[in-house]
Structures are given as C-alpha cells and as structure tokens.
C-alpha cells in the first residue's frame, strides 16, 4: 500500500522559512515524478513544485519563483520543499503526489497524495 507522509508544516511569521518533508512507502520511488501541491480556503489545490528522479524539474508556479526550492532523497523515499521568504498567501494545506509517468502541473494526472500539511503564515 502507498503512502506518503508530509511534516514539517507549522505557523510561521512572514520573511520567514519552513522546511516540508514528505515520506513516501509502498513502491519503488526512484523513476516516479514528485510534486507538490498546496489549497488555500475555499480555493482549488494547485501545483507549486515538482521534480523527477534525477533531480531535475520544471518551472515552479510563478508565485513561489525564487522563495521555494523543490529536492529528493531517493536512498530515503523522501522529498522535500524549502520555502523561504513565507508571505501570507502561501498560507494553504500542502500536498505532496506522486506521478508515476510525467511532469505535470495537473492534479488530476497524480495518482497517490498524502494527508497534507498545514502553512499557516502570519503577517
């Protein structure tokens, strides 16, 4: 059975950082693409980050360019999401999905999620 586990999530002050982790267990990770997702209230889940097994990626959403930094550890099952320079509006439920085909900024096209971990960002 597939799982992933995000940590790592937490309140933190705007400018500052936070470091989300996410485990992954049940299949072999390595050639699957990682990515991560986040929901505000009331709004729909959107793709922010993701990255393949070797370590490459694809753009970032516009609105977290140059703050967050997207990175696996295939040895641990694990990837990750540094993000720096919080504001605000990266408050939201963070997710982290697993594709086990392509890039993709659509979250319909992942095919395993975690439970989520809460950002909340006070200003």
């Known amino acids: 059975q597939v799982q992933l586990v995000e940590s790592g999530g937490g309140l933190v002050q705007a400018g500052g950082s936070l470091r989300l982790s996410c485990a992954a267990s049940?299949?072999?990770?390595?050639?699957?693409?990682m990515g991560w997702f986040r929901q505000a209230p009331g709004k729909e889940r959107d793709f922010v980050a993701a990255?393949?097994?070797?370590?490459?990626?694809?753009p970032y959403a516009d609105s977290v360019k140059g703050r967050f930094t997207i990175s696996r550890d295939n040895a641990k099952n694990t990837v990750y999401l540094q993000m720096d320079s919080l504001k605000p509006e990266d408050t939201g439920v963070y997710y982290c999905?697993?594709?086990?085909?392509?890039?993709?900024?659509?979250?319909?096209?992942?095919?395993?999620w975690g439970q989520g971990t809460q950002v909340t960002v006070s200003s």
């Open positions: 999905a697993v594709n086990r085909y392509w890039f993709s900024t659509n979250s319909d096209e992942y095919d395993y």
């Open positions: 049940g299949r072999t990770f390595s050639s699957d693409i």
């Open positions: 990255i393949n097994w070797s370590g490459g990626s694809i």
